[in-house]
């Protein structure tokens, strides 16, 4: 595995400015005289005849000098003197007893002089190469200095990765596809024997979260070979031909290593549909794109190179890269139902310590549409709130929050609502919990709650769906609807006029109704045809610039009075029902005006009968 070692700019920054200052302190010693000693000290020894000899040491900047002292009693001094000229004259004209000894100028060698300078250039040469090196490194880089063209990959050995199929849960039939490529990958011959060829590429295709990346290194994991991961944005620079360069150089290091896995994650950043939306066909991503299936193509048979990508955006994809031979195999990761989800909670809770109260299946239960990803983020945040509360344990209640503040958003108890709005969100939020109860194909209710949330809602109505469903039926997605209208008509019933609270609500109820006349082809009157349009679609990932309406203006007018139409009649029939239960409606937004939040048991006690409180008559 490669990894990135050093001590970092700074350091030897710091290092070569150490250096300098070494040198610098080292001149500024040299130069300092040993002790403090001044000419008025020089002509009182002379005074005194306590001098015996003196030597005068002469500077090339003459005459200027240092002048020894030798004394008959006593060590000898230093000084300085700027006229060398006028302490000779004074000693030999006064004082002819002592010795005086002239020096010539001292003139430092040629290798002297530069030696300090040598050394210090040697210093800052090799410092810049360390950086350099490490700067440029990368898979099969070799430490070379700006490697642009070098492959940005990450090679794992096969030893080093922990990942196995034993931690992917939720998965099994995915985890069955891709078997034979663990059998491969580690026996070759009797598949070259009997004459097939292994799947050269597997695209791993889904939404994000559900474990693609995972899997991928599963494999690597299970066949014990060198695991290459990159991003599909790394091979794109700004600068032209990189990207092209780092493909050639990543496959060429995968064949030293073979037989190995090449991971692309997120390859749609690289491989988007060719000469499509406003980009042109002649960029440094195509390029990039155009090598890529060059060398994917490229390789001989059986050479034990397997390449696996991963992404959410397979249909902007270009259809040259998804063709046999290169990506033979396309494996659909969904998201988990119940039982994945209940496997997947019970891997990441393994480490966690569980109270009595927490049930891993009814949370599976609850979790309907989390994707792994969720799921792990879900129990972390459990044990957050248990942490938070000094326990080593969770508890149900961790939970339950932290559902709340992963699917809803963080709830604020603290905000400040006016009386007026506290009442208004509880008859709302009571008229969505009223229809999710009552219409049979989408409670029950799980919690109903006035507390702001961190989303910017006033409350929210939460559902427990009793199981996944594979298909949208008519009757559910007009239920769907009906639940959407429950907020503004309770607000319509009980105060006689509308909020904008319910403004999300009017778009996911006019997106279902306008979906089930062009898309699902449940109108009666435009029958079963598609009348969708691309208007969703952006030219920026792959699409064309311009969308023509496949139909008319008279269609065009059918399907504005078909969506009206559905939603006239789902809001006539939701308000049928609440006008039918405003006993209910004003019993739980009295409960959620005192309380805030009530669960499903609470809120279901408030359809049974009451008992009558008057005594029985006398017979």
Not at 183 to 207: N, Q, Y
Request: aromatic share 8%; proline share 4%.
């Amino acid at each position: 595995m490669n990894r990135k070692t050093g001590l970092g700019v700074t350091f030897y920054f710091m290092l070569i400015l150490a250096c300098f200052l070494g040198f610098y302190l080292y001149y500024q010693s040299a130069r300092k005289p040993v002790e403090e000693y001044t000419m008025s000290d020089f002509k009182e020894a002379l005074a005194e005849d306590n001098v015996d000899s003196v030597i005068i040491k002469q500077n090339s900047e003459v005459p200027t000098g240092v002048v020894s002292v030798s004394f008959r009693l006593g060590a000898a001094k230093e000084f300085y003197v700027s006229d060398v000229n006028y302490v000779t004259n004074e000693v030999l004209k006064n004082y002819p007893k002592v010795k005086v000894h002239i020096q010539d100028v001292t003139r430092p060698g040629l290798l002297a002089t530069l030696l300090p300078y040598i050394i210090v250039g040697i210093i800052c040469i090799v410092i810049i190469s360390i950086v350099g090196s490490q700067a440029g490194g990368g898979a099969g880089g070799g430490g070379r200095v700006m490697s642009f063209g070098k492959s940005k990959a990450r090679m794992t050995n096969g030893e080093d990765i922990e990942t196995d199929f034993s931690k992917v849960a939720g998965l099994e039939e995915e985890k069955e596809e891709v078997s034979e490529i663990v059998d491969f990958l580690k026996d070759p011959t009797k598949f070259v024997e009997a004459g097939a060829r292994i799947p050269k590429g597997v695209i791993m295709v889904g939404p994000p979260g559900t474990g693609k990346t995972l899997l991928a290194k599963a494999i690597a994991g299970e066949a014990k070979v060198p695991f290459f991961s990159i991003s599909g944005s790394d091979f794109v620079e700004m600068f032209v031909g990189v990207g092209a360069s780092r493909v050639r150089d990543l496959f060429a290091e995968a064949k030293m290593n073979s037989p190995c896995i090449i991971f692309i994650d997120e390859i749609d950043a690289v491989a988007r549909r060719r000469g499509s939306g406003l980009g042109g066909g002649h960029d440094e991503r195509e390029q990039t794109l155009n090598q890529m299936l060059v060398e994917m193509d490229g390789f001989g048979v059986n050479e034990g190179i397997i390449v696996i990508a991963a992404t959410n955006r397979v249909d902007i994809l270009d259809p040259a890269i998804l063709r046999p031979g290169r990506f033979d195999r396309k494996v659909y990761v969904g998201k988990p139902d119940v039982k994945g989800r209940e496997d997947i909670l019970k891997i990441h809770t393994k480490d966690k310590s569980l109270a009595e109260d927490v049930d891993l299946h009814e949370i599976a239960r609850t979790t309907v549409g989390f994707a792994g990803a969720d799921l792990e983020n879900l129990m972390n945040e459990s044990a957050i709130y248990a942490a938070r509360d000094d326990r080593k344990f969770i508890k149900k209640e961790d939970v339950d929050k932290a559902f709340i503040k992963v699917g809803i958003g963080t709830e604020k108890k603290s905000r400040l609502v006016p009386d007026k709005e506290r009442r208004i969100t509880a008859y709302h939020e009571t008229g969505h919990a009223i229809l999710f109860h009552l219409l049979p194909d989408v409670g029950p209710v799980h919690t109903v709650s006035i507390i702001p949330t961190g989303i910017g809602a006033g409350g929210y109505t939460m559902p427990l769906p009793e199981n996944d469903n594979t298909y949208l039926t008519k009757g559910k997605m007009l239920q769907d609807i009906k639940v959407s209208m429950g907020g503004r008509i309770a607000e319509e019933l009980i105060f006689d006029d509308v909020t904008t609270g319910a403004s999300q609500d009017i778009k996911q109820a006019t997106a279902y109704a306008r979906a089930m006349v062009t898309k699902y082809g449940f109108s009666e009157k435009l029958g079963f045809i598609n009348y969708e349009t691309q208007e969703d679609d952006e030219v920026f990932l792959g699409r064309d610039l311009g969308h023509a309406k496949p139909y008319g203006e008279a269609i065009s007018k059918t399907i504005d009075k078909e969506v009206k139409r559905i939603i006239d009649e789902c809001y006539e029939d939701a308000k049928r029902i609440i006008v039918e239960n405003m006993d209910v409606l004003h019993k739980c937004s009295e409960i959620l005006l005192e309380r805030e939040r009530i669960d499903r048991k609470e809120f279901e006690a408030l359809f049974e009968p009451q008992e009558s409180l008057e005594p029985e008559p006398v017979v």
